[in-house]
T-cell receptor, first 116, second 113 residues
């Protein structure tokens, strides 16, 4: 069963507008969440993280929102730039609760395309 | 280099052969992880090292897969008697401590003929 789900395989956004990428999870033990960006033939690059004691974390153009009751998180990118075109992965782990493996559980990714 | 280094970047081998994949983590990082990404799938966790020990081997798909880490640094992932379903990109990541974000290498693309 898929414990981390990214239901949109792709998303197209105009340059300068806001990109919103969504992620849902099912495991209530997850307490630490990360977003990674991946270009073809490269490894994932860490973008931003959030722990379950917060509901928002911001870093420059990137903001992650966490809704624990809905088991939902989202990544907002504003303004979107052409270099943001990539595959974005949501990942989760039970870091502080210790209820799971020490590896990350990843979604299948969303391909973000920024249109000029 | 400053990042996680993996070798080889590409490996093509015949079914039934053994393969060894290498990961050189960021200097000073105590935690090391192996993942694999099959076509159209997300990353799948394989194994985690803290120092030289592997407290979590839960993700290894079969007993044909093994990994070791020596000197708290370089790690090798070995796949014995490879099968076609082993074809994937194998990614290594490291983090300063287990509580820190993981940083990934560019992976080894493994193709089993």
């Amino acid at each position: 069963d898929q414990q981390v789900k990214q239901n949109s395989p792709s998303l197209s956004v105009q340059e300068g507008r806001i990109s919103i990428l969504n992620c849902d999870y099912t495991n209530s033990m997850f307490d630490y969440f990360l977003w990674y960006k991946k270009y073809p033939a490269e490894g994932p690059t860490f973008l931003i993280s959030i722990s379950s004691i917060k509901d928002k974390n911001e870093d420059g153009r990137f903001t992650v929102f966490l809704n624990k009751s809905a088991k939902h998180l989202s990544l907002h990118i504003v303004p979107s730039q052409p270099g943001d075109s990539a595959v974005y992965f949501c990942a989760a782990r039970a870091l502080y609760s210790g209820g799971g493996a020490d590896g990350l559980t990843f979604g299948k990714g969303t391909h973000l395309i920024i249109q000029p | 280099g400053a990042g996680v280094s993996q070798s080889p970047s590409n490996k093509v081998t015949e079914k039934g052969k053994d393969v060894e994949l290498r990961c050189d983590p960021i200097s000073g990082h105590t935690a090391l992880y192996w993942y694999r990404q099959s076509l159209g799938q997300g990353l799948e966790f394989l194994i985690y090292f803290q120092g030289n020990s592997a407290p979590d081997k839960s993700g290894l798909p079969s007993d044909r897969f093994s990994a070791e880490r020596t000197g708290g640094s370089v790690s090798t992932l070995t796949i014995q008697r490879t099968q076609q379903e082993d074809s994937a990109v194998y990614l290594c990541a490291s983090s300063l401590w287990v509580t820190e974000p993981q940083h990934f290498g560019d992976g080894t693309r493994l193709s089993i003929l």
